[in-house]
């Protein structure tokens, strides 16, 4: 398992973020031209409803967490292995609680939340039917679930965007501090499932009602589910 290979274990994953922390919303500016802010409040927007009790998962600096709370969620908690990226999240907002925790073992009762967003934190996941059991046993019957992850683009803008994130995101990061991350991006994109793929595997995990769009030309996809 390796950085290039886009598999690592989920302890380098954890040194690989907390590595990264200083650095991960620049790079996230970078690499999205600033419209990852609008692909998660587009998330948050599907599956968040006003006074609901949400859970945002691997929330690693905290966007997805106060998208959800613009979304209108009455309380939100952040959860994330990486205690540096825990660190820069909490000085973004006190209106969110920040937990450090592992997201195949999550410290919430059964039907804890009426909705969970995770954003670009499944993919890195080894145990990924594992998470989405257990992101669908914290939420309560009806809740629902919305996942943003990037995926390989398809269409006309498909060599722009391998250009960019197989190329120069991961040239970029050689220059930086724990740059090795911008080399696990591409590959672990290329080792993850389609969009179609997931969407099955969320359907196998026990959601209902799932279906997903694609987003930024085809490279990133949000997929939504609802709870048994």
Same mark, same amino acid.
């Given at each position: 398992?390796?950085?290039?290979?886009?598999?690592?274990?989920?302890?380098?994953?954890?040194?690989?973020?907390?590595?990264?922390?200083?650095?991960?919303? +620049?790079?996230?500016?970078?690499?999205?031209?600033?419209?990852?802010?609008?692909?998660?409040?587009?998330?948050?927007?599907? %599956?968040?409803? *006003?006074?609901?009790?949400? /859970?945002?998962?691997?929330?690693?600096?905290?966007? /997805?967490?106060?998208?959800?709370?613009?979304?209108?969620?009455?309380?939100?908690?952040?959860?994330?292995?990486?205690?540096?990226? /825990?660190?820069?999240?909490?000085?973004?907002?006190?209106?969110?609680?920040?937990?450090?925790?592992?997201?195949? +073992?999550?410290?919430?009762?059964?039907?804890?939340?009426?909705?969970?967003?995770?954003?670009?934190?499944?993919?890195?996941?080894?145990? +990924?039917?594992?998470?989405?059991?257990?992101?669908? +046993?914290?939420?309560?019957?009806?809740?629902?679930?919305?996942?943003?992850?990037?995926?390989?683009?398809?269409?006309?803008?498909? *060599?722009?965007?391998?250009?960019?994130?197989?190329?120069?995101?991961?040239?970029?990061?050689?220059?930086?501090?724990?740059?090795?991350?911008?080399?696990?991006?591409?590959?672990?994109?290329?080792?993850?499932?389609? *969009?179609?793929?997931?969407?099955?595997?969320?359907?196998?995990?026990?959601?209902?009602? %799932?279906?997903?769009?694609?987003?930024?030309?085809?490279?990133?996809?949000?997929?939504?589910?609802?709870?048994?």
């Amino acid at each position: 398992m390796s950085a290039a290979s886009g598999s690592l274990e989920p302890e380098a994953v954890r040194t690989m973020f907390d590595s990264i922390a200083p650095l991960y919303d +620049r790079m996230n500016l970078l690499m999205t031209a600033g419209l990852d802010r609008r692909w998660r409040d587009a998330t948050a927007r599907r %599956v968040v409803r *006003p006074g609901d009790y949400v /859970l945002d998962a691997a929330c690693g600096t905290g966007d /997805l967490a106060l998208a959800d709370l613009r979304a209108g969620a009455s309380r939100v908690v952040g959860v994330d292995f990486s205690k540096r990226m /825990l660190e820069l999240a909490e000085r973004k907002s006190s209106a969110v609680e920040w937990i450090q925790g592992d997201l195949c +073992r999550l410290p919430f009762p059964d039907g804890a939340f009426q909705a969970v967003t995770i954003g670009f934190g499944l993919r890195n996941v080894s145990d +990924r039917a594992g998470a989405l059991r257990e992101l669908g +046993r914290v939420l309560a019957p009806g809740g629902r679930l919305g996942i943003l992850e990037i995926t390989r683009a398809r269409g006309p803008l498909a *060599p722009f965007f391998r250009i960019w994130f197989e190329t120069l995101v991961p040239a970029a990061g050689r220059l930086l501090s724990g740059g090795s991350a911008y080399s696990y991006l591409p590959a672990s994109v290329r080792r993850f499932s389609t *969009p179609a793929q997931l969407a099955g595997e969320i359907a196998q995990a026990g959601f209902g009602e %799932v279906r997903y769009r694609l987003l930024a030309g085809g490279s990133m996809a949000l997929h939504v589910g609802v709870a048994a």
